[in-house]
């Protein structure tokens, strides 16, 4: 015998299959960066400026305002500027922050692609210095640091043209998303619009992964004018 159901049992019967993160992920690297990263893992920016003991008014200049240029931290090891971050475009789209604590939240995290053509992008803006890409295995990754992975729909270091809303629950942690998705954020932001089935741009983790090199897979050097070709 067959039954027929009808449009509204039919929606409340179907549901969407969960999202799913990708089998790789990808972290983009200065080149003079990796004799650290191999050393000591990758580190947030948060983290290098605790390693390299810096305090003071330079420590304030790199972590908690708009860096306009390529800034060396120690001894070789540089971190990106964030011409994409004006402040006045922050102060348009933040929720319930400054820009001064936006800069000192994405400081403290470390991020990875997930796809390449957003790290291509972001290696465009790094000409025309070499870049180190590493190619992350994700379901390793995840195990062992899902307590401190956060997951973002939008590139959260771009203010430029439309920004997006933003505020601290742009990072949705990695079991909140798992369990529903972007609803933590769009709770948080009071959005209207729902980005429910908007994949990750971002990955981060929290302050460190020193033992990175237990997770690559792969590790690509990119000369100038040089992308990641998947």
Same mark, same amino acid.
């Given at each position: 015998?067959?039954?027929?159901?009808?449009?509204?049992?039919?929606?409340?019967?179907?549901?969407?299959?969960?999202?799913?993160?990708?089998?790789?992920?990808?972290?983009?690297?200065?080149?003079?960066?990796?004799? =650290? &990263?191999?050393?000591?893992?990758?580190?947030?920016?948060?983290?290098?400026?605790?390693?390299?003991?810096?305090?003071?008014?330079?420590?304030?200049?790199?972590?908690?305002?708009?860096?306009?240029?390529?800034?060396?931290? =120690?001894?070789?090891?540089?971190?990106?500027?964030?011409?994409?971050?004006?402040?006045?475009?922050?102060?348009?789209?933040?929720?319930?922050?400054?820009?001064?604590?936006?800069?000192?939240? &994405?400081?403290?995290?470390?991020?990875?692609?997930?796809?390449?053509?957003?790290?291509?992008?972001?290696?465009?803006?790094?000409?025309?210095?070499?870049?180190?890409?590493?190619?992350?295995?994700?379901?390793?990754?995840?195990?062992?640091?899902?307590?401190?992975?956060?997951?973002?729909?939008?590139?959260?270091?771009?203010?430029?043209?439309?920004?997006?809303?933003?505020?601290?629950?742009?990072? +949705?942690?990695?079991?909140?998303?798992?369990?529903?998705?972007?609803?933590?954020?769009?709770?948080?932001?009071?959005?209207?619009?729902?980005?429910?089935?908007?994949?990750?741009?971002?990955?981060?983790?929290?302050?460190?992964?020193?033992?990175?090199?237990?997770?690559?897979?792969? +590790?690509?050097?990119? =000369?100038?004018?040089?992308?990641?070709?998947?």
């Amino acid at each position: 015998m067959m039954y027929a159901l009808t449009k509204s049992a039919c929606r409340k019967a179907w549901k969407p299959k969960p999202m799913k993160l990708p089998p790789r992920l990808y972290h983009l690297a200065e080149e003079t960066n990796w004799p =650290s &990263i191999r050393r000591h893992g990758l580190l947030s920016t948060t983290s290098l400026l605790n390693q390299a003991g810096l305090r003071g008014e330079r420590r304030k200049r790199i972590e908690r305002s708009r860096r306009l240029e390529h800034t060396e931290v =120690s001894d070789g090891v540089y971190v990106r500027d964030q011409k994409p971050l004006p402040a006045e475009a922050l102060r348009r789209c933040l929720i319930r922050m400054t820009p001064a604590e936006w800069y000192a939240l &994405i400081n403290s995290k470390v991020f990875f692609w997930l796809d390449t053509d957003r790290l291509n992008r972001q290696r465009g803006a790094c000409e025309p210095r070499p870049q180190v890409v590493l190619e992350i295995d994700t379901a390793r990754l995840v195990a062992r640091y899902a307590d401190r992975i956060a997951l973002s729909p939008i590139n959260t270091g771009n203010a430029r043209r439309q920004p997006a809303k933003r505020g601290r629950c742009t990072f +949705v942690p990695y079991g909140a998303w798992v369990e529903s998705e972007w609803s933590l954020e769009r709770e948080g932001l009071r959005a209207l619009r729902s980005r429910q089935r908007c994949p990750p741009a971002e990955l981060t983790i929290a302050d460190a992964v020193p033992d990175i090199m237990s997770f690559v897979k792969c +590790v690509y050097r990119l =000369s100038p004018g040089e992308k990641l070709r998947r």
